[in-house]
């Protein structure tokens, strides 16, 4: 630390990791929401393509905890998305009262284009960074996320009397769904 603080203070908000994901976070989600845009989607839309595009048949319900939105709004945004053209819902197996979403062929091009996009956008993010460092960099992220994914490092107790503190409101959801249901065949055009 080269600045001068002030008496109270003990850091800069920058030495706090959590600050510098945040920021990481707020410019990947602007860079994306400019490239979703120009391929005629929303930012929550395209999150949802990313998520169909693993290939496992999703609920709204589940979409919603994956692609970090509330139910209500992952409703919408399928809809929307079946509305366009771009996703499609069949019936749940063993629920019919569930429909389970997939992405179509028109799905799989909007996707693919605002994908190879977003891989620039990422590259660009890690240019100055080694080629060693650029490989292992998703793979830290992904271990940051999963560590944390269970509550405060696995501490469930931890996680549930936080939760319980927050005001109820609209909120992101903590955990992706892991159980996925039966998978679907992966439908990409050639």
């Known amino acids: 630390m080269n600045e001068q603080l002030p008496p109270r203070a003990t850091s800069?908000?920058?030495?706090?990791?959590?600050?510098t994901l945040n920021r990481l976070s707020r410019s990947m989600n602007?860079?994306?929401?400019?490239?979703?845009?120009?391929?005629?989607?929303?930012?929550?839309?395209?999150?949802?393509?990313?998520?169909l595009a693993?290939?496992?048949l999703l609920s709204s319900a589940q979409l919603a905890r994956r692609a970090f939105v509330t139910p209500q709004s992952s409703h919408q945004?399928?809809?929307?998305?079946?509305?366009?053209?771009?996703?499609?819902?069949v019936e749940h197996p063993t629920d019919g009262r569930i429909k389970l979403a997939r992405l179509t062929d028109a799905?799989?091009?909007v996707l693919d284009a605002a994908r190879g996009e977003l891989r620039v956008m990422q590259a660009r993010a890690m240019s100055d960074l080694s080629e060693a460092d650029r490989e292992r960099v998703p793979a830290i992220l992904a271990t940051l996320a999963e560590t944390l994914q269970g509550g405060w490092f696995g501490d469930v107790e931890a996680a549930e009397a936080a939760a319980a503190r927050r005001p109820l409101r609209g909120t992101l959801a903590r955990t992706p769904d892991i159980r996925p249901l039966p998978h679907a065949d992966r439908k990409k055009p050639s």
């Open 30 to 51: 602007r860079a994306a929401d400019d490239i979703s845009w120009r391929h005629g989607v929303s930012l929550a839309e395209f999150n949802v393509l990313l998520v």
């Open 12 to 19: 800069l908000a920058t030495d706090e990791l959590y600050y």
């Open 54 to 56: 693993e290939g496992v």
């Open 77 to 89: 945004v399928v809809s929307t998305l079946v509305a366009g053209g771009l996703v499609e819902t």
């Open 107 to 109: 799905g799989w091009e």
